[in-house]
């Protein structure tokens, strides 16, 4: 399998559930991203890992909450969402932290009943 | 004022016209511009990238960029119905790290057969 993958494609979660996002990369890029797509509004970028280290967190709620084991993988963990939150999660990669050129994955579409 | 403007469309255009997509910026740091589309249920690719001012081409799009009006555009040559999507600019400053990348709000685009 080539490219960034993510898992699950849909996901439907109540307020109080507690869910994660996968993502796996299979280009050998150093840095990782995660940004949330709402309708009409520019992507927002959340945070970024370069190495398996945080480099970025973008003043986002502690509600979400990114772990990066390796290199290869990033997670989004979920928990006591607001609907405000629904939305496309896209993970993306690069080759290194400050390569501007990205490639993204196919989202996770989110829905907060 | 947003730092990047793009018109969110929807543009129809019938097959073999020819697209002019836009974004103004007000942010004269900006060095770096993209291109990205983005097909329905799928993350963006990448599908542009110029630096600084002027033309690229690259088969049937053409990136144009004038940072004295602080304007962009992309124009498809020839279009096709496999062009209907969303078309995201994207730029960032001096470093050219994704870590500055601002996007537009992506226009969607429908390429009638």
């Known amino acids: 399998e080539t490219g960034v993958t993510q898992t699950p494609r849909h996901l439907v979660m109540g307020m109080t559930n507690k869910k994660s996002l996968k993502c796996e990369q299979h280009?050998?890029?150093?840095?990782m991203y995660w940004y949330k797509q709402s309708a009409k509004k520019p992507l927002e970028l959340m945070f970024v890992?370069?190495?398996?280290?945080?480099?970025e967190n973008n003043s986002v709620p502690s509600r979400f909450s990114p772990e990066c084991p390796n290199s290869s993988h990033l997670f989004l963990h979920l928990h006591t969402l607001q609907p405000e939150d629904s939305a496309l999660y896209l993970c993306?990669?690069?080759?290194?932290?400050?390569?501007?050129?990205?490639?993204f994955g196919s989202g996770t579409q989110l829905s907060v009943l | 004022q947003k730092e990047v403007e793009q018109d969110p469309g929807p543009l129809s255009v019938p097959e073999g016209a020819i697209v002019s997509l836009n974004c103004t910026y007000s942010?004269?740091?900006?060095?770096?511009f993209m291109w990205y589309r983005q097909y329905s249920r799928k993350g963006p690719e990448l599908l542009m990238y110029?630096?600084?001012?002027g033309n690229k081409e690259d088969g049937r799009f053409t990136a144009q960029v004038d940072k004295s009006s602080k304007y962009i555009s992309l124009f498809i040559r020839d279009s096709q119905p496999s062009d209907s999507a969303t078309y995201l600019c994207?730029?960032?400053?001096?470093?050219?790290?994704?870590?500055?990348?601002?996007f537009g709000s992506g226009t969607q685009l429908t390429v009638l057969p």
């Open positions: 994207a730029m960032s400053g001096v470093s050219g790290s994704a870590r500055q990348l601002t």
């Open positions: 993306a990669s690069s080759r290194r932290a400050d390569d501007e050129k990205l490639f």
């Open positions: 280009l050998g890029h150093n840095a």
């Open positions: 110029t630096y600084s001012s």
């Open positions: 942010n004269s740091a900006f060095q770096y």
């Open positions: 890992y370069s190495l398996e280290e945080r480099v």
